[in-house]
């Protein structure tokens, strides 16, 4: 059974950093797939962040891309964003998910982490 | 890229049918058969439960159908039933390769 599971700090300061990882178990990232990042702020909608396949393709969403950047630790079988500059904007739950194609989240999600930006 | 238009809210009552929409543009819904539908209950995860336009991921009760008429997709639940209760997000697959999400549709089982 896949599973997936978000993991980093529930509180980043403005102007910081964002950096959390998810970490893959029941399916080797190396052997397919995208994998990808969704946000939501509290009380919204989702928001698609971006998408990584195994050997490093990525998307990004443009709204976010300056910011955004993904990456895969295959050795770890595990997935990385980091998203810089954050604002209060940026407060939501975090989910990962590997994705139908390169961008549409399957029925694989985390149980998603609330990333909070303090001032 | 804009958001897709569902409509904030539905309703319908047990065993009643209802449908939610999604709108979109033919660089998105209309241009793609990439439509997905997924339900969120209250601090739970999105769960999968249309993909291309009208699959049933295997699992998903066949109360759950999908379709598209031009720029529009559509999730039709049968048989409504008090577990439906939920919000429902529709996505599509776009022309710059990103992916765009409907606003939602909160579901409410009278």
């Known amino acids: 059974q896949v599973q997936l599971q978000e993991s980093g700090p529930g509180l980043v300061k403005a102007s910081e950093t964002l950096s959390l990882t998810c970490a893959v178990s029941g399916y080797s990232i190396s052997s397919g797939y995208y994998w990808g990042w969704i946000r939501q702020p509290p009380g919204k909608g989702l928001e698609w962040i971006g998408s990584?396949?195994?050997?490093?393709?990525?998307y990004y969403n443009p709204s976010l891309k300056s910011r955004v950047t993904i990456s895969v630790d295959a050795s770890k079988n595990q997935f990385s964003l980091k998203l810089s500059s954050v604002t209060a904007a940026d407060t939501a739950v975090y989910y990962c998910?590997?994705?139908?194609?390169?961008?549409?989240?399957?029925?694989?999600w985390g149980q998603g982490t609330l990333v909070t930006v303090s001032s | 890229q804009s958001a897709l238009t569902q409509p904030a809210s539905v309703s319908g009552s047990p065993g009643q049918s209802i449908t939610i929409s999604c709108t979109g543009t033919?660089?998105?819904?209309?241009?793609?058969?990439?439509v997905s539908w997924y339900q969120q209950h209250p601090g739970k995860a999105p769960n999968l439960m249309i993909y291309?336009?009208?699959n049933r991921p295997s699992g998903v009760s066949n109360r759950f159908s999908g379709s598209k008429s031009g720029n529009t997709a559509s999730l039709t639940i049968s048989g409504l039933q008090a577990e439906d209760e939920a919000d429902y997000y529709c996505?599509?697959?776009?022309?710059?390769?990103?992916?765009?999400f409907g606003g939602g549709t909160k579901l409410t089982v009278l």
């Open positions: 998910a590997r994705l139908l194609g390169v961008v549409t989240p399957s029925g694989y």
């Open positions: 291309e336009v009208s």
């Open positions: 996505s599509s697959y776009t022309s710059s390769s990103t992916l765009v």
């Open positions: 990584i396949s195994h050997s490093g393709s990525t």
């Open positions: 033919s660089s998105d819904v209309g241009g793609y058969n990439s």
